[in-house]
């Protein structure tokens, strides 16, 4: 053997223990609360995904009760609010003009097909008040208080179609706590579009929840992305008590490995 195959093959010995060290224990990076860079950003808080009304309940229903996803959200706007830590919603709307599109998606397909988030018109809140696009009644007081950003609508799953990067940059925001509807949709095509544009995002993922069916869980699907993605993966406890900016755990940033 010679020493320049030799030297090949213990480089290649040498990458394939740290690819194995690495499937064993990702790394934990965490994510820091700071009161002057952080936002609360909950995506689509309304009554077709967490309403059991909604026209979605029956395949979220059982995720968002197992998950307490409901209660949890308040929990986080609320402890936000106290905590004067701002409040952004990146809301899922659609008007009649966009029913005129040509192609979609599995689940673009059936939003359409059931009418989910439908508004009247752009420029109108005409039957908006306890439709399916509106807030859940128990979030009102806080997403009403005049505080809260409400980004303009997304209109697949990402806020690369509205204005909430913006937004978060005009509030000099680069650090964000991610929440809301539905995991494996919205919340995760939103943190990755985040982590693109260069914030450090924790999710929340007792906060969220998503479609269950024969041989799907887009719940569980999540799950294993925000671990691969975020900088930290916490409970609704754990992103309280660092809200609150009471003492975290000292060892890991999450509860990701737990």
Known sequence: ?????????????????????????????????????????????????????????????????????????????????????????SPHYYYPTDHGWKFGGAVETMMHAVNMFDRTGALTTKGFEGSGADWLELYKPYLEDGETVIANPHKVYGPETNDLVLQLRKRGVDKVILAGMSANLCVEAHLRELLEQGFEVAVVKDATAAAQAPGLDGYAAALANFRFLANATWTTEQAVTRIRGESAPSVGASDSDE
Do not use: C, H, Y
């Open 1 to 89: 053997m010679n020493l320049r195959f030799a030297t090949r093959l213990a480089a290649i010995a040498l990458a394939a223990l740290t690819v194995a060290g690495v499937r064993a224990q990702l790394p934990d990076p965490g994510m820091t609360v700071d009161r002057n860079r952080t936002a609360l950003v909950i995506t689509d808080p309304q009554n077709d995904f967490l309403s059991p009304e909604g026209v979605t309940w029956g395949l979220v229903g059982k995720s968002v009760e197992a998950n307490g996803t409901v209660e949890n959200i308040e929990s986080l706007i609320k402890n936000a609010k106290k905590a004067g830590l701002p409040v952004f919603v």
